[in-house]
């Protein structure tokens, strides 16, 4: 029914879909977050979460 094939040529695949394109444009977007201890403080309201509006998990 389905016919099974592997690219061996990597010519055929555009540039824009390439992993190190895609990588590329990541690159700059992700600074590293450093230690939690070294965070400021977060001084603004908490969030408590209502358990009894939980969405029932599926499966």
């Known amino acids: 029914m ?3 094939r592997e690219m061996h040529d990597a010519s055929s ?3 824009m879909y390439k992993m190190s394109k ?3 444009v ?3 977007k ?3 977050m450093g230690e939690p201890s070294t965070w ?3 001084n603004g309201l908490k969030v408590i979460a209502n358990w009894t509006l ?3 998990t599926k499966g």
């Open 2 to 4: 389905f016919e099974i």
């Open 13 to 15: 695949v555009y540039d």
């Open 22 to 24: 895609i990588f590329k």
């Open 26 to 28: 990541y690159r700059g």
């Open 30 to 32: 992700f600074v590293p």
């Open 40 to 42: 400021p403080r977060y």
């Open 54 to 56: 939980r969405r029932a």
